[in-house]
Each structure stands twice: as C-alpha cells, then as structure tokens.
C-alpha cells in the first residue's frame, strides 16, 4: 500500500501573493531574496558559508523551476536541470499568514474567518485578559504586553523576570499569546501551567496559539531560549486529511511541532526533537518503520525561528544547504509507491523590515519511485496538497482541492 511522507520547510515563501499588500508584504520573497544575496555576496559568513548559494538536490526536485514560475523569471541558482519531481507553487486561501492557517489548509482544512490579532501597544493585550490571567495562575503580575521579537524582550527583561517572578508576554503580526519564563526561577511545569491557563482565557478573541517560551541564563547578555518550547493551539475546526487517515487505521506519524499544530488531532504518535538536524533524524527514522499507508509529517522549525525572524540571511542559506545535503538519505529510503512532498506554510523573508511572517507563495515538490518530473503550476490553494495524498493513499476525498497527480 502507498505511504505518504511529508516535509514542511517552515517559512520557505516562493513570493509575495496577489494579496500579499493587504499584509503588508509587498515585494517579499523568502526564498529569491536568500538566493540573490548569496549571489551577490551579502550572505558570506566566515566559518558558515560563502558564494552562490548550493542547491543541487533541492533544484533537481524543482525547486528553482518552482520559485521561478512564481515570480516569474529565474533565479541564479546554480544546479543540475530538473530530473525528479513534480514541481509547482501554491497560493494561500486562508485568512492570515500563521503556522496553523498553513498546515491547517495543507491537510484540507482552509481558515476562511481571520484569527484574532492583539494590536502593537503597549500594552497590547486587553487588559481584562491580563488581570484574569494574574488571578487565574496566581502571578504577581507580568512583564512587556507588546509587540516584540522573543530573543530581544528576554534580553531586555530577563534579569528583571528573574528577580520579580513575573513572566513576560508579549505578541507579534500573527495570532499568537507568548509567555516567556525561566526554567529554574520561575519553573518549567509552572510556565506550562500558566500558558494552559492562557489558552482557555484567549479563546473569545479567537487567538491561534498560545506559545510557551522557557529561557535559561542569569544575567543580561547570557539569557538563551531553550528547546522545552510548547504551543497551545486552538484545535482545527473541522476534520483534516490526518484525522481522515487515522479514522481508516492508518499511523499518523507527527514530527517535531505537528502534534502541537494539530493540537495532537489525527495523530497517532508525536515524535519531539529540537533542530533541524534531529527533526531529520526522527524523519528518516519513523519513514523507516513506518507501515503501509502511513503519513510521516515533519516540520523543519529552524528556518522560521532561527533565522526569518531573526533576519538572518546567511544563517537561512546555511541551513537550507544542510537540508539538501540531506536530501539523497530520504530519497534513498523511499519505497515503491511511495509519495513524499516538500512544501511551506507561509514566508519569512529575512530580509523584509520587522520580524514577522509574510504572505508568500510556498513551493509545492512532489517525488518518489514513479513519480515523473514535470510541471504542475500554479495551485489555488494548499488544499491540493491533501487532495492528492488522500487519492494516492486511497482516502475519501477532501472537499477541497484538487489533485496535482
């Protein structure tokens, strides 16, 4: 029986959308502009990378052909001509430009109503919201209530936290409620606990996630993010193609922030790891064992939050060469009838202004024994993406979407 692997390059945008000003993403394009700036040699980073960005896996599966036709003109990415992989670009349908409209919509389920956003401030959050949480998780107050990047606001606040006991909270351009709190000081559990507290709280302003962000380090200049991160998302509004696949027995195997995306919806097993690297490793290991019929779905978190929001170019490049170093070992593991497809689930352009996602196109990368290189174009929406992994594993259809296969 077939199986259907999945991997989701978090924030990899082919390019603005039609309606990517209504965001305020005119102009973006994660992927083009990573490419044109290691061509021109503004990513260049002694000890990490130098020169024209180097593809050549990545471009063999379309990728270059993919981000090509959606801007509509070439890249300068050096690379062998296509030789595996369906390769196309998708628009977004859903309202918003956040982690679960994207995965969300890519297993057939589009968010139509827009999410709840909390203004810049400060403060940026209801103030009736935050003395309820104060009550409720029994705090001596908070930290921040703005708009801010997490690594900066737990520079800037950290010590202050440390020393009060006070957890900060603050938001961003996506539908999101972060509580950033120490390990030690302030407690692992206890964070959590908090954050579960938040979660029900913000479900009348119709907030996506509430993200918990655990920090270590003593002192200004030492304070570091640490991987025990947890999202807690609202749970998908209607039945996706995992909860599909898992209703007909099939395993559903999430990888890294899937379950989290989900709210462990569909699934029959979460497999944690911390990094691209790791989330690699679980990758290649679950597709491994994995039964027929199965979906094994990875996100590679690294390029949205080590290096989109953080703006970093050559970090961004880097990372992407280490993924298409990884490519042969997925490609080399494959079965018969297997079908595995690299996708996003919205951009990140590193060198936008700010450090929010952007309203991008995502490349759509279809391959595995028997798939024939060839273009499939533009997509309306994601959803195509569900509709053709719920014809090649022999599912019901979506009811929505077409498929590209």
Request: proline share 6%; glycine share 12%; with cysteine.
């Given at each position: ?58 471009a063999a599966l379309g990728f270059g052909a993919a981000a090509a036709a959606a801007r509509g003109r070439a890249l300068p990415l050096a690379g062998p001509a296509l030789s595996a ?164 027995g099939r395993a559903v195997i999430g990888i890294g922030k899937i379950g989290d995306i989900f709210a462990q919806r569909g699934l029959t097993r979460t497999v944690k790891a911390d ?23 990875a996100n590679f978190v690294d390029f949205d939050t080590l290096y989109g929001h953080r703006r970093n170019v050559a970090g961004y490049a880097a990372a992407l060469e280490a993924f ?82």
């Amino acid at each position: 029986m077939a199986r259907a692997i999945v991997g989701v390059l978090d924030s990899l945008g082919l390019g603005a959308s039609e309606d990517a000003a209504r965001y305020g993403d005119a102009g973006a394009n994660t992927f083009a502009h990573i490419v044109e700036a290691c061509a021109a040699g503004a990513a260049d980073v002694a000890g990490l990378r130098s020169g024209p960005i180097r593809l050549p896996n990545m471009a063999a599966l379309g990728f270059g052909a993919a981000a090509a036709a959606a801007r509509g003109r070439a890249l300068p990415l050096a690379g062998p001509a296509l030789s595996a992989g369906a390769y196309g670009y998708a628009a977004e349908r859903s309202a918003g430009k956040d982690t679960p409209s994207g995965h969300w919509e890519m297993m057939g389920l589009p968010v139509e109503q827009d999410w709840g956003y909390f203004p810049k401030g400060p403060p940026s959050f209801p103030r009736a919201l935050v003395e309820r949480l104060v009550a409720e998780a029994g705090l001596p107050g908070v930290l921040g209530d703005r708009h801010a990047s997490g690594t900066e606001i737990i520079e800037e606040l950290g010590a202050e936290h440390i020393s009060t006991g006070r957890p900060i909270i603050y938001t961003s351009g996506d539908s999101v409620f972060q509580i950033a709190a120490h390990e030690r000081h302030f407690g692992l559990q206890r964070l959590y606990d908090v954050c579960a507290a938040a979660r029900r709280l913000v479900d009348e302003y119709r907030i996506g996630r509430v993200i918990a962000r655990p920090f270590l380090g003593e002192r200004q200049g030492e304070f570091r993010r640490t991987p025990a991160r947890r999202d807690y998302a609202t749970p998908p509004h209607g039945p996706t193609l995992l909860d599909r696949a898992r209703e007909a027995g099939r395993a559903v195997i999430g990888i890294g922030k899937i379950g989290d995306i989900f709210a462990q919806r569909g699934l029959t097993r979460t497999v944690k790891a911390d990094g691209n690297d790791a989330i690699f490793d679980a990758w290649l290991s679950e597709i491994s064992a994995a039964p027929d019929g199965a979906v094994v779905f990875a996100n590679f978190v690294d390029f949205d939050t080590l290096y989109g929001h953080r703006r970093n170019v050559a970090g961004y490049a880097a990372a992407l060469e280490a993924f298409d170093r990884r490519l042969p070992d997925l490609r080399a593991i494959l079965r018969s009838g297997d079908l595995a497809v690299l996708t996003a689930d919205h951009g990140c352009d590193p060198t936008a202004p700010g450090s929010d996602h952007t309203r991008e196109f995502v490349p759509v990368i279809a391959f595995g024994p028997g798939v024939k290189a060839r273009a499939i174009g533009r997509r309306d929406t994601f959803a195509d993406i569900a509709q053709t992994l719920a014809s090649h594993l022999a599912l019901p259809a979506m009811p929505i979407g077409q498929p590209f296969l």
